[in-house]
């Protein structure tokens, strides 16, 4: 690999200590045990409980929008720019595009991962269909996504937190975009999955041979308009798990709705409120 | 190639009425044509050729260290080359974003360890392992690229030949490994490899496997990929969205189509076995 | 109208306002912007820091690693610091690699580590020739609005003093590492250096704490960076001259800030403690 000169380099290798701790010699089952006792989970959440979610807009004082959320303790800041014209583009687009970058602070290669990369194009693809793209023909709007703690559901925290960013911004659109993640395990169901749940949703914890679902499905909903804008799982799950995961996920989405809109408000009416101060200062 | 107003009302009344542009019906495949077995210096080949769409797969076999996070499994990559002459957009770079979307998207539906076992690649836990390189060629594009991808891939890993291990010598730190000939090989299990179909919503209907016209005239379409009886990924593309009635609707179809296909496949591959054999001078 | 005025002249828009000694955020011209530290907010790392100048935000986060210690130097760990502009701050910045800006300010922020001693490089070691820890000091900005080096040292100081090691078995003769997780320890800290930033504005205005449009109109630039009551660095880097007297005159007011910061740090590890 070539020397990054760019950058204050390291030693050329080095490990991640935790990987020298003593051996962990549970298994998943166990795992996924301690995880869900008693129809409880490690936080002590009800299994479609969702975490609570903390909206916060105008963060980013560079930015037109912006928006930082907090799901428990995965945040999320989203900044939404000007659009500008489209670059190296020679053909004229009657639609405007969207442009998402989907980052994680995880240390790891300073490039995007294909990770990254995939969750990038899901949220361009969740939020192309809320956007009145044909209001700003040839131009791009441009969407930065950074999760500064990831605690499982980046990708819906990420979104939702888009669609407030873009409203923040100013940004003509359909129609308000929330967002939601659900885990599937040992046919368990888990709302909102926190890291752990997640990892483990990932992979097929009983050995038996039992035809068990795993998985995990994030929707993007527009609300009023009762349209699945986006639509992502990967795992192994069946068909009606997935119907059924569907109808809890809508359930969700409509539920987070009303809190985006009530967070909206308040930050218009604070918005006129400031503005009035203005203008009182100015005529004074 | 870009369709006018008038033509796409052609082609969505053709959807309408259950008897598509070239004649199909919503839930026809165009015909196919699979040859596995055609590169000869790769330890699987498949090529699948899907009406105008043609697709080369080709699978090579290296060994290599585990992630250390991931002492027991082996390595499963794919890459996705687009050929320049498959379609005039893929000139330049115009062909990443799909060969990305592609490559992720199979990632994606070969993650479950139930589809696809990765702890069968591995050698010695923690030191050694197989990984395997799925090159992914598209030389021509018709459509639907997507469901010949899965399809191929699956062929030529089915195809594929792993050496298997006659001894491993282990002095300290080196380890190293004496392999069997090509001759003796162990072929891969596959039986759970997805199978990936495109469901497309035209007016008020969906069909599978459109052609470049019918993509045309679809806002949104679902990637779902079926392995056995389970869905092992399903992905929205386009810039439209679906009510969640519709949506069930387009995954039940894919599901249903996914093991026709899916059957129609593994006849097909069981029937290019014996011949194979003979060629080994058993 | 303002903001138009704003926008079309703003270097007239800036001199009206100071012409009547005050900037148009309605600070004094020495007047530094109010700070915030929060500390430990990030438990995936090893420590971590979010430190707040203004509306400047800077993110600090430390992960420990194993290495091997160079040869040259077999009793000394590695801090490396990066600093990352991500386009998400502000619409000055692309993605891609580092831009011109984030490489300079990457390495003033790696002299002052270096020179101020802050961490001593061999209390990083575990096992001489054989094996270190390598701290990796990611910063992320979040908002782009002047006096980044200010947030930044600040975000470091406050994201060493969380720092803690778990404690490593190590075997030399089988090259075993053994870590225990539940017996961790603070990293030593020896010195905190504070930083202060300050703009001149037409060769002989001189602002202290600029935001970023102070920043882009300003004529000179001086970092001074104080470790206690020692100088630790000045980072000048070309502009306006200055004369010893002035020099002098802002190393005094950045003197007076330090034991503020130095409280504001002490305060917000004291809240994490409790």
Request: charged share 25%; aromatic share 6%.
């Amino acid at each position: 690999m070539p020397i990054d000169r760019k950058r204050i380099n390291g030693p050329e290798e080095t490990v991640p200590y935790n990987l020298y701790t003593k051996l962990n010699t549970k298994s998943l089952l166990q795992e996924f045990d301690e995880l869900f006792c008693d129809g409880k989970r490690a936080d002590n959440r009800a299994p479609l409980e969702h975490r609570k979610i903390f909206l916060k807009t105008g963060v980013v004082s560079q930015a037109k929008g912006s928006a930082y959320i907090e799901l428990g303790k995965t945040k999320v800041i989203v900044s939404v720019f000007d659009p500008r014209e489209i670059p190296n583009r020679t053909d004229y687009s009657l639609k405007g595009e969207i442009y998402c970058e989907f980052n994680c602070t995880k240390r790891r290669l300073h490039q995007q991962d294909a990770e990254e990369k995939q969750y990038s194009a899901i949220m361009k693809q969740a939020l192309e269909s809320t956007v009145c793209r044909h209001e700003f023909p040839n131009f791009q709007v441009d969407i930065y996504a950074l999760v500064l703690h990831n605690d499982g559901s980046p990708l819906s925290a990420a979104i939702t937190a888009a669609g407030v960013a873009l409203s923040h911004a100013g940004v003509p659109m359909y129609d308000l975009i929330v967002s939601a993640t659900l885990g599937i395990q040992h046919n368990v169901k888990f709302l909102d999955p926190s890291n752990t749940e997640q990892r483990l949703c990932d992979v097929s914890i009983s050995s038996d041979g039992k035809e068990d679902s795993h998985g995990i499905i994030v929707i993007s909903m527009l609300h009023t308009h009762e349209q699945i804008s986006q639509f992502y799982q990967v795992g192994n799950i069946s068909l009606e798990d997935i119907t059924e995961s569907v109808k809890v996920l809508e359930t969700a989405c409509k539920d987070i709705v009303p809190l985006v809109q009530k967070h909206l408000v308040k930050h218009i009416l604070k918005t006129i409120k400031n503005n009035e101060d203005y203008v009182i200062l100015v005529s004074s | 190639m870009t369709l006018c107003e008038a033509e796409k009302t052609f082609v969505l009344h053709g959807v309408e009425e259950n008897f598509r542009i070239d004649g199909r019906e919503r839930e026809d495949y165009r015909p196919m044509e699979l040859e596995t077995d055609i590169v000869s210096h790769a330890f699987g080949s498949a090529r699948l050729r899907l009406a105008n769409t043609d697709v080369l797969v080709a699978v090579k076999i290296e060994v290599d260290t585990p992630f250390p996070e991931r002492p027991f499994e082996g390595k499963l990559e794919f890459f996705v080359d687009c050929s320049a002459n498959a379609t005039p957009d893929f000139e330049g770079r115009g062909g990443e974003d799909v060969a990305i979307e592609i490559s992720n998207t199979l990632s994606a539906a070969y993650h479950s360890p139930k589809v696809f076992d990765l702890r069968k690649l591995c050698i010695l836990k923690g030191r050694k392992c197989w990984k395997i390189f799925v090159d992914i060629l598209l030389l021509e594009c018709g459509g639907n690229l997507f469901d010949a991808v899965s399809l191929a891939v699956k062929a030529a890993l089915w195809n594929t030949q792993v050496p298997l291990i006659r001894q491993i010598d282990i002095d300290g730190n080196n380890v190293e490994l004496k392999v069997s000939e090509l001759s003796d090989c162990q072929r891969l299990d596959v039986k759970t490899a997805p199978v990936m179909v495109t469901v497309c919503k035209i007016g008020e209907h969906c069909i599978v496997d459109p052609n470049v016209a019918e993509e045309q005239c679809s806002v949104g379409s679902i990637v779902v990929s079926v392995s056995e009886n389970k869905f092992s990924t399903v992905l929205q593309t386009g810039t439209g969205s679906l009510h969640s009635s519709t949506l069930l609707d387009c995954l039940k179809l894919g599901y249903k189509v996914a093991q026709r296909l899916d059957d129609a496949l593994w006849s097909t591959l069981s029937k290019i076995q014996p011949t194979e054999d003979v060629g080994f001078l058993k | 109208m303002a903001e138009q005025y704003r926008s079309l002249h703003p270097i007239k828009y800036y001199r009206d306002y100071l012409v009547h000694n005050v900037r148009p955020d309605g600070r004094q011209f020495d007047k530094f912007r109010p700070v915030i530290l929060n500390v430990g907010s990030i438990d995936t790392a090893d420590g971590s820091a979010i430190a707040k100048v203004g509306r400047t935000t800077i993110v600090c986060g430390i992960k420990a690693e194993f290495c091997r210690p160079k040869a040259e130097t077999p009793d000394q760990g590695f801090i490396v610091p990066n600093l990352e502009l991500p386009p998400l701050c502000s619409p000055k910045f692309k993605s891609g690699p580092p831009s011109d800006q984030a490489q300079v300010l990457t390495q003033i922020i790696a002299d002052i580590i270096q020179h101020s001693k802050c961490v001593d490089p061999k209390d990083l070691c575990i096992f001489p020739d054989k094996l270190a820890w390598c701290l990796f000091v990611d910063f992320i900005c979040l908002d782009y609005d002047g006096s980044l080096v200010d947030a930044c040292i600040m975000a470091l100081m406050g994201a060493l003093r969380t720092v803690t090691l778990p404690s490593v078995d190590y075997d030399p003769s089988l090259d075993n590492k053994l870590v225990n997780l539940e017996e961790r320890k603070h990293l030593p800290i020896h010195s905190t250096p504070i930083s202060a930033t300050f703009v001149i504005f037409d060769d002989k205005i001189i602002l202290a704490d600029p935001t970023v449009d102070e920043e882009n109109l300003c004529t000179g630039i001086i970092t001074i960076v104080l470790k206690g009551d020692d100088l630790c660095c000045i980072h000048k880097p070309g502009g306006s001259p200055l004369t010893e007297e002035e020099l002098f005159e802002y190393i005094g007011k950045s003197k007076k800030r330090a034991p503020l910061i130095n409280n504001l740090i002490e305060a917000a590890l004291e809240n994490i403690n409790k």
